[in-house]
């Protein structure tokens, strides 16, 4: 937007100066040429007055340009020029100007006692441009001066406007990046100021509504315990021991599901949080190295030494830490090696897990699919968690075999 505008001040800029400035640089001609000739005629009234006097080749001298006089006798006192028919003409009695080779030529006549006289003032080329070519120079040094003035201030006035919308649209990132918590600053023009107001009004209903909704699920899930307790003592009711046991661990494993929705609904109402990624997956990956090693697998863990603070909370990334791990435990073959890298990125961290396994199917990337009967929300729980923080998850496949997966997470 600043460059279009300083084009359009540029092209406004020029054209007026153009219209202003060629018809000034004509008329400076003008005037330099009329002040010469004027100035010529001027000299030739002060020889004519010597004409038919003694003292008329002083006269001649005493002018400071090449003057002829043309006597009636055909005698000629003065600068040696030809009799051309411009001074025939002038010897009838008229005054002249005549175009000639390197300039021009004012004729005047005058009465002698012999009869009429004619008096040649040659006026150079030079003269009749004297100053011209500076004043032009100076008339150009001027526009374009008033064209970059233009232009710096085109951009300045670009700058009040571009400045307040370049933070309405880093606004939008934040928000649309999950930080509910970014306003604008209203400034610029009454247009943009306006849209700020409203682009701050539209955050805090989005803010609202979240909540509200958040509250909801929260809401609904402690409903949920009503029931839950109604299976609770009809489990305790059945006479099979057996079979009490195993309906009472499965009403276990649903209030715990539902404790974890709660806790996960009033802790994304509360803002987004941050975490030391190598202390979680130094842990997660030492509660997994277990089963690696009943498994007979071979599993290498490199992680920094200093702490690597990223955007996401700890229970978000242990979470996508054990979706990662589990579905290497899940879906390839006992004996199967891995690895867990944890490294920092110009972005703020990357973890990459990575087995040598059978090989990853691209499909299973999306939200349910799954290669191992599950519900296939293990890979999506790890790039929802990567996207939260701003990052992304990528999968591929090493030159050896198996599969890679890469999280990016965003500094905190």
Known sequence: MRRWLALLVAATTSLILIALLVPMALLIRAVAENSAMGRATAAAESVALAVGTPDLALAVEQVSRPVTVFLPDGRAVGAQAPRTDAVRL???????????????????????????????????????????????????????????????????????VTRPVDGLARVSHRLA??????????????????????????????????AAERESVADLSHRLRTPLTGLRLDAESLRDPEEAARVQARVDALERAVSAVITEARRRSAGRDSCDAATVVRERARFWS???????????????????????????????????????????????????????????????????????????????NSGGGSTGLGLDIARRTAESSGGGLTVSTPAGGGTRVEVVLTAA
Not at 182 to 207: F, K, Q, T
Not at 313 to 333: I, K, M, Q, S, Y
């Open 90 to 160: 002038a010897a009838t009695g008229r005054s002249v100007t005549a175009a000639t080779s390197g300039g021009r030529e004012v004729l005047a006549s005058t009465q002698s006692p012999g009869g009429t006289a004619v008096i040649r003032v040659f006026v150079p080329d030079a003269e009749l441009t004297k100053g011209v070519r500076e004043a032009w120079l100076a008339l150009l040094v001027l526009g374009l001066a008033l064209v970059v003035l233009g232009i710096v201030l085109a951009d300045r006035l670009a700058l009040a």
């Open 290 to 368: 277990v089963l690696a090693e009943d498994q007979r697998r071979e599993m290498s863990v490199a992680l920094p030494d200093g702490p690597l603070p990223v955007a996401v909370g700890a229970e978000e990334l242990a979470a996508c830490v054990d979706a990662l791990l589990g579905n290497v435990f899940a879906h390839t073959p006992e004996g199967v090696s891995m690895s867990v890298r944890l490294a920092p990125h110009p972005s703020g961290a990357v973890l990459a897990v990575e087995d040598s396994g059978p090989g990853f199917d691209p499909a299973l990337l999306e939200r349910g």
């Open 177 to 210: 990046g999950g930080d509910l918590t970014a306003r604008a600053e209203p400034g610029g023009p009454p247009e943009v100021r306006s849209v700020a107001l409203a682009l701050n009004h539209l955050a805090g209903r989005i803010d609202e509504l979240l």
